[in-house]
């Protein structure tokens, strides 16, 4: 899914990513807003991993959309 149709459909994917990685706050994603880049850092951020190993993990479940 392309990050037009992400920034679109923010609200419905928001639960989604909620889902995916539970660490991540209501704030957090209110930030993002469709923002791949800040998404990918908060995820880095909150569960401690290198940013290409978020990054794969975020490329993952944009292909599971």
Known sequence: MDSDRIKGS??????RIQQE???LSDDDLSEAEGHRDYLIGKVQE???IAKEEARKQV???EKKL
């Open 46 to 48: 909150r569960y401690g």
């Open 59 to 61: 490329e993952a479940f």
């Open 21 to 23: 990685w539970g660490e």
């Open 10 to 15: 923010w609200k419905q994917i928001k639960g």
